[in-house]
């Protein structure tokens, strides 16, 4: 990790040295810099994509496109909007989604969902405001 850099560059007709100093490996040229910051990326990069694998992996249902349905079944009535939570144990308030709007689910636990929608906005509901699992429970 780099604690603390220094450039060091001396002119005269042409940029003859250029060097970053960190304190982990002493001095190495901005070429090497550079090589080494890029491969700390990769890596970085590889790792992530492992990630979004082991997410999939847990949660397999990840990205499935949902419907949000607002439908009372005791009344009859429509909720419209609906709220999203940034929290579903303390209802933070988010943002809202509408009767009909198309999701995707991030990940359930119990009976909230993680959705979000195609602008990018994430929220939690709970599974009754989605289709999908009003469905299932009538089953």
Do not use: C
């Amino acid at each position: 990790m780099i604690t603390s850099y220094v450039f060091k560059s001396y002119f005269g007709d042409e940029r003859k040295n250029m060097e970053v100093t960190n304190s982990s490996s002493g001095n190495e040229t901005a070429e090497e810099y550079n090589k080494r910051k890029k491969e700390e990326v990769s890596k970085q990069q590889t790792k992530d994509a492992q990630k979004g694998n082991d997410v999939s992996k847990v949660n397999p249902d990840y990205g499935k496109p949902l419907t949000i349905d607002g439908r009372d079944p005791a009344t009859g009535d429509i909720i419209d909007p609906i709220n999203l939570w940034e929290n579903y144990e303390t209802r933070t308030y988010a943002g809202k989604v509408s009767h009909g709007q198309q999701v995707y689910l991030v990940k359930r636990e119990g009976d909230g969902v993680l959705i979000e929608t195609k602008n990018g906005l994430r929220g939690w509901v709970t599974y009754f405001f989605i289709k999908e699992y009003k469905e299932l429970e009538t089953k």
